[in-house]
């Protein structure tokens, strides 16, 4: 009994013994230089003597003074005379986002609290280190420090670097109030500093301030791996080592917009209004539409910010306005805005119209003062439509043909005998009553008999072909098209697109209507589009015939067929 109970004890020594071996007894913590400089990364190792997790330490209690990288996480196990030891170690790169005194506060693990660290950070810019020839470095500038809100300034990042750059990343300014937006690609070079050599790379930002007030620009971070010159001397395989830094904090002052400023606020280097028609015209018709198109372009402004313009179009007009369209682009460094305004236009009456001048303040960011952007005002002749009015077929029909031969012969009888012309002529009022009331009883007959055989030669409204065009982007065909739909189902002869719309609501159909007769008017007909049309026409049709759908829109028309 005894025997079998000494292997049992001996199991539970030796793991009384590894637990004991395996608990913490201290903790620490230290950071690899000190002081340090403004902008230098400082690297914190907190090393504990047992094998722990790695999230068993915060580091977010540094997030006031330090921008933290991501911490790395190591253990090691070490065998010497039969005796194990085991460790965890935390490294971390951390950025003071100020000079001065800063603390490090103590860490806790298991019981066990690490010392606080003082760390004197020094007020000495980057210029320190590229005179000791440091290998890798950022500079930070803006381009103006004096803004309004909205005003849009480049803010310009460079990493200098003479080694041999693995990789990186780059994080993005911070200000608190601004929307901050990266312009263009990163632009490659090189610069001779303090007599080194440095290859550079270069980003370019735009900040848009919101409020009124001074703000700091906390710089970006750059974390990235170059080659370890040390090691590459004597190791073809050789080891990289990371590298972190910062650039510098870059203070701004920002003005509130002026109380006297007209109109909405806009702040640009530079803004033109430009003016285009289509087709291009010296004068209107009547009921034929043209396309105004307002172009508004703005240097050093994002497309968000251009306001909408105020046109002022006189009565006498029917308008048909798109929504407008905005872009933006860069262009040599700077970005530039772009707002276009188009508008179908359609006289009604005949006369002379008189287009006001389009006037847009906007305040001059280069000379500081209000500025103004102007459209000349235009004077423009509508002519009357050329068309005229039909002649009615059955008034003229009403006309029987032997009127004018009768009364001929009556003229001519009258200077022979007066006897013969009271008999004769009351006789051949009779005989001219009677053929008019047969010729008006049979009229009807006739008239009736008529659309018998006419639809044979009409051609009717086929919604297959409507889709077809517009998914060809076929204008002519779709505007075809819709006229027969207007002949077959509205029973109206239009004409022109412009004598549909006047039938049919006012929805997103008709809109395209009015783009698709634009369209059939510029000299660039070929890029019209019709997906969009379709759509609207889809819509209409479901909300003329409710409880329709897409699938079942071919059975609104059962006798329509091709041509």
């Not at 608990?23 to 000190?34: C, E």
């Not at 606020?265 to 009547?286: H, M, N, R």
């Not at 012309?421 to 047969?438: A, E, K, Q, T």
Request: glycine share 4%; charged share 15%; with cysteine.
């Amino acid at each position: 009994m005894v025997k079998a109970l000494l292997p049992a004890a001996a199991i539970l020594l030796s793991v009384l013994y590894s637990v004991s071996a395996f608990a913490m007894t201290s903790l620490t913590a230290s950071v690899d230089k000190n002081p340090a400089l403004q902008g230098e990364a400082i690297t914190l190792e907190v090393v504990a003597d047992s094998r722990l997790s790695a999230d068993a330490i915060n580091f977010r209690v540094l997030e006031q003074d330090f921008t933290i990288m991501v911490p790395s996480v190591s253990s090691s196990t070490q065998v010497i005379n039969g005796q194990s030891s085991h460790s965890t170690s935390w490294k971390v790169v951390l950025l003071p986002k100020r000079t001065g005194e800063l603390t490090i506060p103590t860490f806790s693990v298991q019981g066990f609290n690490s010392a606080p660290i003082n760390l004197k950070v020094l007020n000495e810019q980057v210029k320190t280190a590229t005179d000791a020839g440091a290998e890798l470095f950022l500079r930070s500038e803006i381009q103006q420090d004096q803004l309004y809100v909205q005003q849009l300034s480049y803010y310009q990042v460079t990493i200098f670097f003479n080694g041999d750059l693995q990789r990186g990343s780059l994080s993005e300014p911070q200000i608190e109030g601004a929307s901050v937006t990266q312009v263009g690609q990163d632009v490659e070079g090189s610069e001779l500093v303090n007599g080194i050599r440095y290859r550079t790379i270069t980003r370019r930002y735009a900040i848009i301030p919101q409020r009124s007030g001074n703000f700091t620009i906390s710089a970006p971070t750059f974390n990235g791996e170059m080659v370890d010159r040390d090691s590459a001397r004597y190791n073809y395989f050789a080891r990289t080592k990371s590298v972190v830094q910062q650039g510098q904090p870059v203070d701004i002052s920002v003005k509130a917009i002026p109380d006297n400023f007209p109109g909405d606020w806009l702040v640009a280097g530079l803004v033109t209004l430009t003016e285009e028609w289509s087709p291009d015209i010296t004068e209107l018709k009547q009921g034929e539409p043209v396309t105004r198109i307002i172009t508004l372009s703005a240097v050093d402004v994002a497309e968000n910010q251009l306001p909408e313009l105020t046109q002022g179009f006189p009565e006498g007009l029917r308008l048909y306005q798109e929504q407008p369209q905005a872009k933006s682009a860069q262009r040599n460094g700077r970005l530039v805005a772009q707002k276009v305004f188009t508008t179908a236009v359609i006289a009604n009456k005949a006369g002379t119209l008189e287009l006001p001048e389009v006037v847009l303040p906007w305040w001059n960011s280069q000379t500081n003062q209000l500025d103004y952007a102007r459209l000349a005002a235009r004077q423009l002749t509508v002519t009357a439509s050329s068309s005229a009015a039909p002649v009615n077929p059955v008034v003229a029909s009403n006309l029987p043909n032997n009127t004018a031969p009768a009364n001929s012969e009556i003229l001519s009888n009258t200077a022979s005998s007066n006897w013969q012309w009271n008999h004769l002529s009351s006789l051949l009022l009779l005989l001219w009553l009677g053929s008019g009331i047969v010729f008006y009883l049979l009229w009807p007959h006739r008239t009736s008999r008529q659309p018998v055989t006419a639809p044979a030669s009409r051609v009717k409204f086929n919604h297959n072909k409507l889709k077809a065009a517009c998914q060809n982007n076929d204008a002519a065909a779709a505007k075809a098209e819709l006229l027969r739909f207007a002949h077959q189902q509205l029973d109206q002869r239009c004409h022109a697109l412009t004598e549909l719309m006047a039938l049919l609501p006012d929805t997103s159909l008709q809109q395209q209507l009015q783009q698709l007769n634009a369209a059939l008017y510029s000299p660039h007909a070929s890029q019209w589009q019709g997906d969009a049309l379709w759509q609207s026409w889809q819509q209409y049709q479901r909300q003329a015939t409710p409880g329709t759908t897409d699938n079942s829109l071919s059975g609104l028309y059962p006798h329509s067929g091709a041509d």
